[in-house]
């Protein structure tokens, strides 16, 4: 399993894939990066002109090939015809492939433990090594300035309209962008050795205003690996925020008027100093570190969710 479905592999069966698409929708549903809602996808390794993704049920209940659509880039539309119903939201995953050639799998969740950097307006930040590839910043995408005239306003991206305004937010990289260069001294070969700096966004995660999170990753593995840190930097933050606040709490700082009964004329509250964030070495350094190392935690979480009976993969193995 370690081998991993992209990019490292020079050929991805399908039948392999879709073995690990089911995998990693029970991978996100164990570490609860994915409940009822979210969804992962991945780009079809024969024709990067369409994408699998699972059809419309909770993703820890996928079980078969016949749970997954194949859709096109261009539209979302279903390649067959008469499939199984399929997610709403899977604009989101198309539109991303359609702007990124270099993307490969996208997630989508609604994570509780990132969803207050969502809606508090403090930025969401890379504090631990596991997290660098968060960048030097993390967009909120806010739908409310894009909805077409006519189109309901749930937050949900039903449309392509809505998957554009999406993806144009994740940036394409610049030659001297975070996750350029990161991909480049990482994966010198990978997409075959076309890589073009706008072919990768500049953003591996992006903040979804009152909704959660999208990221976009190289491979399953990846993509993976990404939402499960990005929710587990949240937590961190969220954590570090806290205890800060409680142990140095806020003195303030001003002028008492003594002659009028000691009433404050005027104060300013004084925090006491912020958080430690990693610098934007650190985060590129860390990044590319812990890309080397995706195969490990993804073999421990393939482990956890075969031996947990929720699960059913009954996909057959491909060739290895
Ligand atoms: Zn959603």
Same mark, same amino acid.
């Given at each position: 399993?370690?081998?991993? !479905?992209?990019?490292?592999?020079?050929?991805? %069966?399908?039948?392999?894939?879709? @073995?690990?698409?089911?995998?990693?929708?029970?991978?996100?549903? $164990?570490?609860?990066?994915?409940?009822?809602?979210?969804?992962?996808?991945?780009?079809?390794?024969?024709?990067?002109?369409?994408?699998? #993704?699972?059809?419309?049920?909770?993703?820890?209940?996928?079980?078969?090939?016949?749970?997954?659509?194949?859709?096109?880039?261009?539209?979302?539309?279903?390649?067959?015809?008469?499939?199984?119903?399929? !997610?709403?939201?899977?604009?989101?995953?198309?539109?991303?492939?359609?702007?990124?050639?270099?993307?490969?799998?996208?997630?989508?969740?609604?994570?509780?433990?990132?969803?207050?950097?969502?809606?508090?307006?403090?930025?969401?930040?890379?504090?631990?090594?596991?997290?660098g590839f968060l960048g030097s910043s993390?967009?909120?995408?806010?739908?409310?300035? $894009?909805?077409?005239?006519?189109?309901?306003?749930?937050?949900?991206?039903?449309?392509?309209?809505?998957?554009?305004?999406?993806?144009?937010?994740?940036?394409?990289a610049t030659?001297a962008g975070f996750l350029y260069s990161k991909m480049?001294?990482?994966?010198?070969?990978?997409? %075959?050795?076309?890589?073009?700096?706008?072919?990768e966004?500049e953003h591996a995660?992006?903040? #979804?205003?009152? $909704?959660?999170?999208?990221?976009?990753?190289?491979?399953?593995?990846?993509?993976?690996?990404?939402?499960?840190?990005?929710?587990?930097?949240?937590?961190?933050?969220?954590?570090?925020?806290?205890?800060? +606040?409680?142990?140095?709490?806020?003195?303030?700082?001003?002028?008492?008027?003594?002659?009028?009964?000691?009433?404050? @004329?005027?104060?300013?509250? @004084?925090?006491?100093?912020?958080?430690?964030?990693?610098?934007d070495?650190?985060a590129r350094?860390?990044s590319?570190?812990?890309?080397?190392?995706?195969?490990?935690?993804?073999?421990?979480?393939?482990?956890?969710?075969?031996? +947990?009976?929720?699960? @059913?993969?009954?996909?057959?193995?491909?060739?290895?």
């Amino acid at each position: 399993m370690s081998a991993g !479905y992209f990019p490292k592999r020079e050929k991805v %069966g399908l039948e392999d894939l879709f @073995k690990g698409l089911v995998t990693a929708s029970h991978i996100l549903h $164990h570490n609860g990066i994915v409940d009822a809602y979210g969804h992962i996808s991945v780009r079809s390794p024969d024709n990067p002109a369409t994408f699998w #993704m699972p059809c419309n049920i909770p993703p820890a209940l996928i079980s078969t090939p016949d749970d997954l659509i194949e859709y096109n880039v261009e539209d979302a539309t279903p390649v067959e015809k008469n499939v199984k119903p399929g !997610y709403l939201e899977r604009c989101i995953h198309s539109e991303i492939y359609k702007r990124f050639p270099a993307v490969n799998s996208v997630v989508h969740s609604h994570s509780s433990d990132v969803l207050p950097y969502c809606i508090s307006g403090v930025p969401l930040k890379p504090t631990i090594h596991l997290a660098g590839f968060l960048g030097s910043s993390v967009p909120v995408w806010d739908i409310s300035s $894009h909805y077409p005239s006519g189109s309901k306003h749930d937050l949900l991206v039903r449309d392509t309209t809505l998957g554009a305004s999406l993806s144009a937010s994740f940036k394409p990289a610049t030659s001297a962008g975070f996750l350029y260069s990161k991909m480049r001294s990482a994966l010198p070969s990978q997409i %075959g050795g076309t890589a073009e700096p706008d072919h990768e966004p500049e953003h591996a995660v992006v903040l #979804m205003q009152s $909704h959660g999170f999208t990221t976009a990753a190289h491979g399953i593995e990846e993509a993976v690996f990404q939402a499960i840190y990005t929710k587990e930097a949240a937590k961190a933050q969220t954590t570090a925020l806290a205890i800060r +606040n409680a142990h140095f709490g806020r003195t303030v700082e001003g002028n008492v008027d003594v002659e009028h009964g000691g009433k404050i @004329k005027s104060a300013k509250v @004084k925090a006491e100093g912020d958080l430690k964030y990693l610098t934007d070495r650190q985060a590129r350094d860390t990044s590319e570190a812990m890309q080397a190392t995706i195969s490990r935690p993804w073999g421990l979480w393939c482990r956890e969710v075969e031996i +947990n009976p929720l699960y @059913k993969n009954e996909c057959p193995s491909g060739e290895d």
